[in-house]
């Protein structure tokens, strides 16, 4: 099993002054300064990421993780909990929403399941890195030990160093599992100190009786197991999921290798900040690729400081934002490796 404190020594911040190189080669480009706005800050970031002025992000992943929570007892989502083990065999035949956009972004789906309460069949195209058949419902104990979220991490991780070194240069996250957004709210708060209500959503669509007890579930979880905000893996086991603590660890894996991470939504975010948490310099590898219309999102992306490239009032999860966003990364690129300067043009420079 991989070590997360090996893990957590290889990440290191990236070099800025790659940054600033790479925004003076866009100021030479057949345009007023700055005039493509985030998209040159996009790839000034990527090219500190890759430790290169000339950066190429040949190859795609989005990794879609999927686990049950045992909160879902408590009646915190309008959707049965074996709707998890369905979309997980529909992500595999490829007819979900995540299916249709990395097709668009050419990039390819992995699923991974982490732990639905029913075991899947086997299939070739689902990773099985069972931790447990779904979390305990920490409503009324610990969701996993603190050894099961380090095997969570590790197994993200794994599944990120393999894809790595099959050549995947970037990397979207993706969730699937009934009532994670309740656990998401839960690490949220715990890791932020923000209300739960600040950061409490309907999730998969409850009414307003059901954000109501939702937020009770969340606020009697909190006070029952007091975890600590100064230590992820404590809130992970506490109140976490499987798929949240191996998304963090595909997080911490690419940051360790160079490797841009595209966040999705909250629940995505909320595996990020955990992440952050274990190795601080896994921020300077995050894009967010969108806003959520999930309350708490907004204060997961202020916590790691990111500016979405999208707003587009999603909050499928899936990995649907960081497919979405592909094209304006490679966009980003495209303009840093192919777009004409003011003296291979001829065209005159105002020097400002």
């Known amino acids: 099993m991989i070590s997360l404190t090996d893990l957590v ?40 990421m890759r430790g290169t002025l000339d950066p190429h992000l040949s190859s795609k992943a989005i990794v879609v993780m999927g686990a049950d929570h045992g909160v879902a007892d408590e009646g915190v989502s309008a959707y049965p909990q074996a709707v998890t083990r369905q979309m997980l065999l529909t992500f595999a035949a490829g007819g979900a929403a995540i299916n249709v956009l990395a097709r668009q972004a050419q990039a390819r789906v992995v699923v991974a399941d982490l732990g639905v309460k029913e075991r899947l069949p086997a299939m070739s195209n689902i990773r099985e890195w069972r931790i447990g058949a779904g979390t305990r419902n920490f409503a009324r104990e610990p969701a996993m030990s603190r050894a099961q979220a380090e095997a969570a991490i590790a197994a993200g991780a794994t599944i990120a160093e393999e894809l790595i070194r099959n050549h995947v240069t970037l990397i979207g996250l993706g969730d699937m599992g009934i009532a994670n957004t309740t656990a998401a709210s839960a690490i949220v708060t715990a890791l932020t100190g923000a209300a739960p209500k600040t950061v409490t959503g309907r999730g998969t669509g409850i009414d307003d009786r059901g954000l109501e007890h939702k937020i009770e579930v969340i606020e009697r979880a909190l006070a029952l197991h007091r975890p600590n905000s100064n230590d992820a893996l404590d809130v992970l086991s506490k109140v976490g999921g499987f798929e949240i603590a191996g998304l963090a660890g595909v997080v911490l894996a690419a940051a360790a290798h160079r490797v841009p991470v595209l966040l999705d939504g909250f ?35 202020t916590a790691l400081g990111l500016a979405p490239l999208l707003d587009l009032d999603l909050r499928l999860g899936e990995g649907s934002g960081a497919a979405l966003a592909m094209p304006l990364v490679d966009a980003a690129l495209a303009i840093l490796r192919e777009m004409a300067t003011f003296e291979s043009a001829g065209v005159s420079d105002s020097g400002a």
Do not use: W
Request: with cysteine.
């Open 9 to 48: 020594a290889r990440i290191v911040p990236v070099d800025r002054g790659i940054a600033a190189a790479t925004q003076d080669r866009l100021d030479h480009k057949t345009k007023p300064r700055r005039s493509l706005g985030r998209l040159e800050d996009l790839a000034c970031r990527i090219a500190a």
């Open 267 to 301: 629940i995505t975010g909320a595996a990020a900040l955990a992440a952050v948490h274990l190795a601080p310099p896994a921020i300077d590898y995050l894009i967010a690729s969108h806003q959520s219309v999930e309350v708490g999102h907004r204060v997961v992306l």
